[in-house]
T-cell receptor, first 109, second 114 residues
Framework: RKEVEQDPGPFNVPEGATVAFNCTYS??????FFWYRQDCRKEPKLLMS???SGNEDGRFTAQLNRASQYISLLIRDSKLSDSATYLC??????????FGDGTTLTVKP | DAGITQSPRHKVTETGTPVTLRCHQT?????MYWYRQDPGHGLRLIHY???????DKGEVSDGYSVSRSKTEDFLLTLESATSSQTSVYFC?????????????FGSGTRLTVV
């Protein structure tokens, strides 16, 4: 079993839809959590950190559930430009980062 | 955008040849990393550096070496390239130890070993 697991998708949604991704992790010592966005043949870019209390940045909401060991990313009012692969990253306090394989989102007109 | 550049962007090399990839940053970040990205494996850490001449192995370090003689430069060397090292290589920097503030990645190097 992988330390960090994501549904690879693809998720195909129409413009304006709300879509949610989950990412589960197995290491209970995990301390910090992130979502990255990666466009085709480009580098990953930090989208947002995930805080215990949940956090929001415009149309994006990230949440952490420590008890069930997962993080989530919610995208509201999807835009064509949201089409990308979304990577979750889990860090332990020792500084080890584990990347998920990514979830692919395609937003269609 | 953060000043982090990788060179070359693309390279094709033959099995058994040495290859060096370069990462250069202008952010003066202490922490630098080399990752490789392959389908089905996510990004995996090859080597990382905590400062000049201070490096350590990641989870997939076999066949790779690194050097950091200046804060701004982090070199990755494939001693004798093999086909299994065909991959996309990303350099990354972080301000805080363990990337607790997240990573900034370079644009990547697509390496093909034939």
């Amino acid at each position: 079993r992988k330390e960090v697991e994501q549904d690879p998708g693809p998720f195909n949604v129409p413009e304006g839809a709300t879509v949610a991704f989950n990412c589960t992790y197995s290491n209970s010592a995990s301390q910090s959590f992130f979502w990255y966005r990666q466009d085709c043949r480009k580098e990953p870019k930090l989208l947002m950190s995930v805080y215990s209390s949940g956090n929001e940045d415009g149309r994006f909401t990230a949440q952490l559930n420590r008890a069930s060991q997962y993080i989530s990313l919610l995208i509201r009012d999807s835009k064509l430009s949201d089409s990308a692969t979304y990577l979750c990253v889990v860090n332990t306090n020792a500084g080890k980062s584990t990347f998920g394989d990514g979830t692919t989102l395609t937003v269609k007109p | 955008d953060a000043g982090i550049t990788q060179s070359p962007r693309h390279k094709v090399t033959e099995t058994g040849t040495p290859v060096t990839l370069r990462c250069h940053q202008t952010e003066n970040h202490r922490y630098m990393y080399w990752y490789r990205q392959d389908p089905g494996h996510g990004l995996r850490l090859i080597h990382y550096s905590y400062g000049v001449k201070d490096t350590d192995k990641g989870e997939v370090s076999d066949g790779y070496s690194v050097s950091r003689s200046k804060t701004e430069d982090f070199l990755l060397t494939l001693e004798s390239a093999t086909s299994s090292q065909t991959s996309v290589y990303f350099c990354a920097i972080s301000l805080r130890q363990g990337a607790r503030d997240g990573y900034t990645f370079g644009s990547g190097t697509r390496l093909t070993v034939v």
